[in-house]
């Protein structure tokens, strides 16, 4: 708006509009100390974080949407538990142990069997029982073809409907071999695929049990999969622990055919060799016949030669001349006659002593004597013969065995010639033999280890006929209300993060900061403006006494002397804000005068039932009548009323006209107040208008209609007139719909506020 637009008074030459006086209307009280007080408290409120009881609030305000998105999913579950098929669970108890009783211990035959407890065992006896393979196993044991697979993942009410919306094609039949194994294999596929769907494998909490749980929809089914795949497990652990030694024993029985083969072989030539050459070997060590008879003549002659030398040495002894040993005449009459001899020679001593020799007894000794001597040399020379004789053989057997050992060691040189390649071949049947020797007994255990198998898994509990797990009512029902709750929460919170309206005073001061003045409650469906009005008891009545008595205080002269009334948008409550205000400052005793500015859509003759196109404040502003005669008395005692008259083209020219600010003069002369219902501020230009020639101007804001932006805009423009923005009044608010159960307690009024009753007197 240019400065030639600007209302100029009557009193002002130069054309402009007045500025008013900041000491009686200080810009810093409406855009100073409140804001800075909304400020600090909103500073607060970040300091404490999230504010639980905002979202309380929150969840108050739309607790209808909570209620219905959660009877909404609580409907949901309890259609889909009751049109679900049931599913039925059987269970086997596996005891898992590391390793295995060990009945017959063959060491490197058995792979796994150390000591120690492995973390990692359980979980890969686990995914072990997940696996493909075994349910493959399990598919084929049960011999599960398609059409069983096909009945038990029969689909239920639901499936079968979306069946019949969704048709499948049905497959053209295929009568090729390569079809047929195609279908088999897809068949075993599609059967070990539901077998490990229905698989739950449930360890035990801090033991080495685990469950192995099986659902489907039949309970016999449950129990047969579950301990077949219990089974099948345990015998697929059997084959792996024991894979090991059939694998061994099928290579030892190769090796035991090659190393026979070769032993047989070995053998052959050998003794082959042997009768070529002529060889004899016997004895342990494998010596030919010379070598052994050469090896025995040694030691023939050897002991020959020791008995010769003491031989050689008795005879020496003996044939030196002196006496011989005792140990030659051992065995001779030597001893004996020679004891003879000395008995004889004794008495012959004796007797010599007593008689001469020649005496007849004594030539008999002497005699005797004699031949005891002649008898004792033959007995001498016969042990010295038997010497000569014990000599001459012992020379004799020593040069013979030397005669056939010299024969011997050449024919023995000869053999050991003709025997390397002998013992070659011969220590090639002996490693071949040895090695066939360790296969057989390495087969032989094996077939032993392979007979006994230790099992270290085992059945605790088999499966017995299956119990039903799903659906459970309970549970569906607890759960969808679960999630119908908190799908109602997000929904709430969501709704009201996308709401930017301004739903409470709160919002008011923190987002516009605005001192709010009042909050008008919601009427009722069956309520109307006229009877609450009439009704002093009415919260709706105490709420604009309320705003009527902050408007006493809104500046440091009391209520502005000229008051717009003005909102963002139209149908905000503005024209019943202003008529209601200007009716309870009649009730004070002050005269008021009410001016319908609204030009292009006015309303406040619908509401007083008076006729519209009677002399109003369009024809003021135009000249074309005076300041009583557009002014008509109302029902109310002193409350006058302009109503907007015949509608002008161009209502904002009008209004920026000087004749605006000389009949607002003038009245102020008159009246102790006046109103201005006003026009909504966006998008026109009559309200900054209204809003600078005014003293106050109240700004109207629908609760949950307004929103903040073009609140904040509006407030922006009112602003920028220079406007004095004494507060913000909240229209239309349901604090029980909000959730806010904002302060002013309204619904309490009629209970508390007795107007016209009897007073009650207290118990003493």
Request: aromatic residues 6%; proline residues 5%; contains cysteine.
């Amino acid at each position: 708006m240019s400065d030639t637009q600007l209302p100029v008074g009557p009193g002002h030459a130069g054309g402009h509009l007045p500025a008013r006086h900041e000491a009686a209307y200080p810009l810093a009280q409406t855009r100073g100390v409140l804001p800075a007080l909304l400020e600090t408290q909103d500073d607060r409120r970040d300091e404490d974080g999230i504010d639980l009881l905002a979202y309380w609030h929150i969840l108050l305000k739309r607790r209808w949407l909570v209620l219905g998105v959660a009877a909404g999913v609580l409907a949901l579950s309890l259609l889909s538990a009751l049109m679900t098929t049931p599913v039925y669970r059987a269970s086997v108890l596996l005891e898992l142990q590391k390793e295995g009783t060990q009945v017959v211990q063959v060491g490197g035959l058995q792979p796994g069997d150390f000591g120690g407890w492995d973390p990692e065992f359980l979980q890969t006896q686990y995914e072990l029982i997940r696996s493909k393979s075994l349910a493959e196993r399990v598919a084929n044991e049960l011999a599960l073809d398609r059409a069983a697979v096909e009945r038990l993942n029969e689909p239920g009410p639901v499936g079968r409907i979306l069946a019949l919306l969704r048709p499948q094609p049905r497959p053209p039949a295929k009568a090729t071999a390569a079809a047929s194994a195609k279908d088999a294999q897809a068949d075993l596929d599609a059967a070990a695929g539901m077998i490990r769907a229905g698989l739950v494998v449930e360890p035990v909490r801090d033991s080495r049990l685990v469950r192995i749980n099986f659902d489907s929809v039949s309970p016999q089914f449950s129990a047969r999969v579950a301990n077949a795949i219990a089974d099948g497990y345990i015998a697929a652990g059997l084959e792996r622990r024991f894979g090991a030694t059939s694998y061994a024993k099928t290579y030892l029985e190769d090796q035991l055919k090659l190393a026979k083969a070769k032993l047989e072989d070995s053998e052959r030539k050998l003794v082959s060799f042997a009768q070529k050459e002529s060889l004899v070997n016997t004895g342990e060590d494998g010596q030919s016949l010379a070598t052994q008879n050469l090896t025995q003549l040694n030691a023939a002659l050897a002991a020959a030669q020791d008995q010769r030398i003491r031989a050689q040495a008795r005879w020496r002894q003996a044939s030196s001349g002196g006496a011989l040993p005792a140990d030659m005449i051992g065995n001779s009459n030597i001893r004996i006659l020679q004891q003879q001899q000395a008995q004889l020679q004794g008495q012959y001593q004796q007797k010599l002593q007593t008689f001469k020799p020649d005496y007849p007894e004594m030539r008999q000794l002497k005699g005797q004597l004699d031949d005891l001597g002649q008898q004792i040399a033959r007995e001498v020379a016969g042990v010295r013969a038997s010497v000569k004789a014990e000599y001459d053989a012992a020379s004799s057997q020593e040069g013979m065995l030397k005669a056939q050992i010299a024969a011997l060691r050449n024919e023995a040189l000869s053999v050991d010639g003709r025997s390397i390649d002998y013992n070659i071949l011969k220590r090639e049947a002996d490693t071949n033999r040895q090695l066939y020797d360790n296969l057989l007994q390495r087969y032989k255990e094996v077939g032993v280890a392979g007979d006994v198998r230790a099992n270290n898994i085992s059945i605790i509990d088999r499966a017995d006929d299956g119990w039903r797990i799903k659906p459970s009512l309970s549970r569906n029902l607890s759960l969808g209300l679960l999630a119908g709750l908190l799908l109602g929460i997000l929904a709430a919170l969501l709704l009201e993060f996308l709401d930017d309206t301004v739903k409470t005073p709160e919002d008011i001061e923190q987002k516009m900061r605005l001192a709010v003045l009042g909050v008008v409650p919601k009427l009722a469906a069956r309520q109307n403006v006229a009877d609450v009005v009439d009704d002093p008891r009415s919260a709706f009545s105490e709420a604009y006494r309320s705003i009527r008595t902050a408007l006493q205080f809104a500046t440091d002269h009391g209520v502005p002397k000229t008051l717009l009334i003005t909102s963002t948008r139209p149908g905000e409550g503005k024209s019943t804000t202003a008529l209601t205000l200007a009716r309870h400052f009649a009730q004070l005793g002050k005269r008021v005068l009410l001016i319908e500015a609204d030009l292009r859509n006015p309303s406040l003759h619908r509401t007083l039932s008076m006729s519209p196109n009677g002399v109003g404040l369009s024809n003021l502003l135009a000249g074309g009548c005076t300041l009583s005669e557009a002014t008509t008395q109302s029902e109310e005692p002193r409350l006058d009323i302009i109503l907007a008259g015949p509608l002008p083209p161009s209502p904002a020219e009008l209004l920026a006209g000087s004749k605006l600010v000389s009949a607002l003069t003038v009245a102020a002369e008159v009246y102790d107040q006046i109103i201005i219902d006003g026009p909504p501020v966006l998008g026109l230009a009559d309200a900054p208008i209204l809003s600078n020639a005014a003293d106050g101007t109240l700004l109207v804001v629908h609760a949950g209609k307004t929103k903040i932006k073009p609140a904040l805009l509006a407030l922006k423009r009112l602003l920028a007139a220079r406007a004095r923005v004494v507060g913000a009044l909240l229209s239309k608010y349901d604090a029980r719909a909000s959730g806010y159960g904002y302060g002013y307690g309204y619904h309490h009024y009629d209970s508390y506020y007795a107007y016209g009753g009897k007073p009650r007197l207290a118990r003493e």
